[in-house]
């Protein structure tokens, strides 16, 4: 398994940007895909984006398309979640998820089916 690092986290206004990243360590990382993921106060943890190892496909929540980008640099072992109009709804704790694909084009959205977790990162967007 990887180990995960997020950072990037904290306030924002609405309306505003905010980019998080999550260092992998381990030489495996490009045979990964990865997500991230958030849990709001009182909330179950929720799936937000998605990429295949390859980089090459992305999957999305309906509730952050258009908003958010997920993308990641095999060279350097991270992926990151570019998070812009943010709003406060998106406040929450987000998560780097990675698991091991099989096929270079597989993404997952289900908690499940990832075996890696990092401890997370703080987002509050204030209004």
């Known amino acids: 398994q990887v180990q995960l690092v997020e950072s990037g986290g904290g306030l924002v206004q609405a309306g505003g940007s905010l980019r998080l990243s999550c260092a992998a360590s381990g030489r495996t990382f490009s045979t990964y895909a990865m997500g991230w993921f958030r849990q709001a106060p009182g909330k179950e943890r929720d799936f937000v984006a998605a990429i295949s190892s390859s980089g090459g496909s992305t999957y999305y929540a309906d509730s952050v398309k258009g908003r958010f980008t997920i993308s990641r640099d095999n060279a350097k072992s991270t992926v990151s979640l570019q998070m812009n109009s943010l709003k406060p709804e998106d406040t929450a704790i987000y998560y780097c998820?990675?698991?091991?694909?099989?096929?270079?084009?597989?993404?997952?959205?289900?908690?499940?089916?990832?075996?890696?977790w990092g401890q997370g990162t703080q987002v509050t967007v204030s209004s």
């Open positions: 998820a990675g698991r091991i694909a099989y096929y270079s084009g597989s993404y997952f959205s289900r908690q499940e089916q990832y075996e890696s």
